[in-house]
Structures are given as structure tokens and as C-alpha cells.
């Protein structure tokens, strides 16, 4: 069965540093989505993508975030310059057509310290 | 702003009891609603989902009825498995959006 891949599971980073999280989208999906979860704390939506732009972001999603599609199959969210507040599970997520079933990757998760 | 509220867990129960994990939600229009579940070392997979007023979802022997009038879309299952025990999300997408928002998840325990 397709599903959606994200590497690492785990990644330890210090403050200040920059950080790439990876997915792999199911291979005839369009949309794409990062949301992340601090412990504890709900899901927060980050941004979605379509068509090589951003459809949409959150507050969250300041000018230290950036995605990228480099490949046509990789989906990747990078953060610039890691805060300890950036600790939390990441959560990768793609959608055949608008208001599908999303269709979400294990998680990585991210420890600032 | 649209917003989920979650009763907060975890949520023991014994093998075979009913389960009912409440969901209530704030949005303007007419969201669609979602049940996620995450079971350990794994991602979140939708159960079932509602997309208007009186639908209801199921799956897997669990249910939820999109209630305008209380703006609730609670979970239940008659009868639960120690194989149900996973983190349970509320969710909803508001109208002519494509993000889900999300509640903060309930844990349900389950032992035999």
C-alpha cells in the first residue's frame, strides 16, 4: 500500500543550526502539507503546497521556514536557524485532490537543544 | 479562529467496554470533521470522517455523527480491543480550505 515516508524518525540538532526534514509524498498526490506537534500541544497546521508554490501558511510558519519540491518526489521543510521552541514532531502529509483523504508520514521527530 | 476541543486522556478502559472520546469544535461555516488515530511508531491515519450536518462516519466498528446544533462530533465504539489502544484526533477542515485543524489528541488505554 502507498504511504507517506519522512526521515529521520529522529533528529538531535543544536541551537542556531540549520535542519532539513524529508518526505517522500505518495507517488500521484498533488497537495502537501507540514504540521508539527509540540508535546503535549495539539497538531498546528505549517503550510501547504501545490504546484511548485504555497498555497497557504500559519503564523508559525515565519521567514526561518522554507519547503522545497527539489525532485518531483522529495518534499522537504528546512529551518533556518533552530530555536529550542522548534522541538517537536513533525508531521508530513499529502492529498490527491482538494478535501481527499490526507494521507500522513510517521513523524520526525525534532530535539532542539 | 476554528478550534477543536478534546475531553483530555488517557482513557482506560478493560477489554470490551463501551468507549465514547467527546469532540466539540468552533468554526463558521461548514467544516467537514475527522477522526485520526496515530498507534505507536506509526503515522496518523484517518478512521472516518463527516462531511455535513446529521452524516455519520464509521469504520471499524467505531462511529461519529456530525451534530450542528451542538457542534460536536464525538467517538464511540461498543465494544473496544486491546488492539484499539492509540492516540485518537479529533479534526476539522474548514469550508473551502484544504488544512486540517486539529485537537490535542486523546490516548486510549485499553487492557484485557
Known amino acids: 500500500e502507498p504511504e507517506v515516508t519522512q526521515t529521520p524518525s529522529h533528529q538531535v540538532t543544536q541551537m542556531g543550526q540549520e535542519v532539513i526534514l524529508r518526505c517522500v509524498p505518495i507517488s500521484n498526490h498533488l497537495y502537501f502539507y507540514w504540521y508539527r506537534q509540540i508535546l503535549g500541544q495539539k497538531v498546528e497546521f505549517l503550510v501547504s503546497?501545490?504546484?511548485?508554490?504555497?498555497?497557504?501558511k500559519s503564523e508559525i510558519f515565519d521567514d526561518q521556514f522554507s519547503v522545497e519540491r527539489p525532485d518531483g518526489s522529495n518534499f522537504t521543510l528546512k529551518i533556518r536557524s533552530t530555536k529550542l521552541e522548534d522541538s517537536a514532531m513533525y508531521f508530513c502529509a499529502s492529498m490527491t485532490y482538494m478535501n481527499t483523504e490526507a494521507f500522513f508520514g510517521q513523524g520526525t521527530r525534532l530535539t532542539v537543544v | 479562529g476554528d478550534s477543536v476541543t478534546q475531553m483530555e486522556g488517557p482513557v482506560t478502559l478493560s477489554e470490551e467496554a463501551f468507549l465514547t472520546i467527546n469532540c466539540t469544535y468552533t468554526?463558521?461555516?461548514?467544516?467537514?470533521l475527522f477522526w485520526y488515530v496515530q498507534y505507536p511508531g506509526e503515522g496518523l491515519q484517518l478512521l472516518l470522517k463527516?462531511?455535513?450536518?446529521?452524516d455519520k462516519g464509521s469504520n471499524k466498528g467505531f462511529e461519529a455523527t456530525y451534530r450542528k446544533e451542538t457542534t460536536s462530533f464525538h467517538l464511540e465504539k461498543g465494544s473496544v480491543q486491546v488492539s484499539d489502544s492509540a492516540v485518537y484526533f479529533c479534526?476539522?477542515?474548514?469550508?473551502?480550505?484544504?488544512?486540517?485543524?486539529f485537537g490535542t489528541g486523546t490516548r486510549l488505554l485499553v487492557s484485557p
Open positions: 503546497f501545490y504546484n511548485n508554490e504555497i498555497s497557504e
Open positions: 468554526a463558521t461555516g461548514y467544516p467537514s
Open positions: 479534526a476539522l477542515s474548514p469550508t473551502g480550505f484544504q488544512k486540517l485543524v
Open positions: 463527516a462531511t455535513k450536518a446529521d
